[in-house]
C-alpha cells in the first residue's frame, strides 16, 4: 500500500482489474492501479503498451471492458456518457502535450473555460481563472492569446485551466513532450508541486524517465501489464536534472 494510503481510508481513484481489447489487440489485461489524494504517479511504457489506454479507462474517457474504476469509492465505469462527460469537467482536470487551448480566446478564459461550460457566469468565472496567474507565474498574462505565450507559458495556463474547478484527479498525458528540456522539468515540478498542495492526485503519462522521477510512484505498463512498481527514492525526487 502507498504511504499516502496511511493518511486515508482508501485512494481518491482506483482501478481493479481492468481489461480493454479493440479488435483483436489486448491493450489492459486486469490491471489494478490506485492513486491516493496529494499522490503523484507516473504512468510509463513504450508505445502501444496500453499506458494511454489505462488513462483514459481511469479518467471515464473509455470504460474497461472488464473491472471497475472507482473514484472516492463511487463507480465510474457505470456511469453514462453524460455522467462521465460532467464528471471530466468537474471533478477531474486534464494537462495534455500541447495544452490545447482555444486560440480565438485569452489566457484568462481558456481557464475559465471549464467552469463557464459549467454554468458560472462569465465575470464570476474569469475573476477565479485570474486568481491562479501570479499563483503559477504568469502574473500580467491574463489577455495575452495562446500565439503570444511560449511554450512553457501555454502549459501553464493548462495547468490552471486543469485546476480552476478545484478537481480531484489531474490528468497529464506527455505534459513536458512539446517543450524542451529545461521548460519540461519547470512544468513537471511546478505541475507536481502544487496538485500536492492542493490535495489533488495527479496522474502522469509518460515516457520519459526524468518525468518520473519527480513523480511519487512509477507504474510501468507493457504488453497491457503493469510489470513494476517504483516509488522514488526521497533523495532523487525533484532532483535537478542535467542542463
Given amino acids: 500500500m502507498s504511504s499516502y494510503g496511511t493518511a486515508a481510508a482508501s485512494p481518491v481513484l482506483a482501478g481493479t482489474g481492468l481489461m480493454k481489447s479493440f479488435g483483436l489487440t489486448r491493450a489492459l489485461a486486469g490491471v489494478d492501479v490506485s492513486v491516493w489524494a496529494g499522490e503523484s504517479l507516473a504512468v510509463m511504457g513504450p508505445s502501444g503498451s496500453g499506458k494511454s489506454t489505462l488513462l483514459h479507462c481511469l479518467a471515464g474517457i473509455e470504460r474497461p471492458d472488464e473491472g ?22 468537474t471533478r477531474f482536470g486534464f494537462v495534455f502535450q500541447s495544452g490545447q487551448l482555444l486560440p480565438e480566446l485569452p489566457a484568462d478564459e481558456n481557464v475559465a473555460l471549464p467552469l463557464m461550460l459549467g454554468g458560472m457566469p462569465r465575470r464570476r468565472a474569469v475573476h477565479k481563472a485570474r486568481e491562479w496567474f501570479p499563483v503559477l507565474g504568469l502574473a500580467g498574462k491574463e489577455e495575452r492569446r495562446p500565439g ?96
Avoid: N
Wanted: hydrophobic letters at 35%.
Fill in 68 to 89: 471497475q474504476v472507482l473514484l472516492a469509492g463511487e463507480r465510474v465505469d457505470h456511469l453514462s456518457e453524460p455522467h462521465r462527460s460532467e464528471l471530466r469537467r
Fill in 148 to 243: 503570444e505565450l511560449s511554450g512553457g507559458q501555454a502549459q501553464r495556463v493548462a495547468i490552471a485551466r486543469a485546476l480552476v474547478g478545484s478537481p480531484q484527479v489531474i490528468f497529464a498525458d506527455e505534459p513536458t513532450g512539446a517543450l524542451d528540456q529545461i521548460t519540461g522539468m519547470e512544468v513537471i515540478d511546478l505541475l507536481v508541486d502544487i496538485t500536492r498542495k492542493q490535495g489533488a492526485a495527479l496522474v502522469v503519462v509518460t515516457h520519459d524517465e526524468q518525468v518520473a522521477r519527480w513523480c511519487d510512484r512509477t507504474v510501468r505498463v507493457r504488453d497491457g501489464h503493469l510489470t513494476e512498481h517504483d516509488r522514488t527514492p526521497h533523495t532523487a525526487r525533484g532532483a535537478r536534472y542535467d542542463r
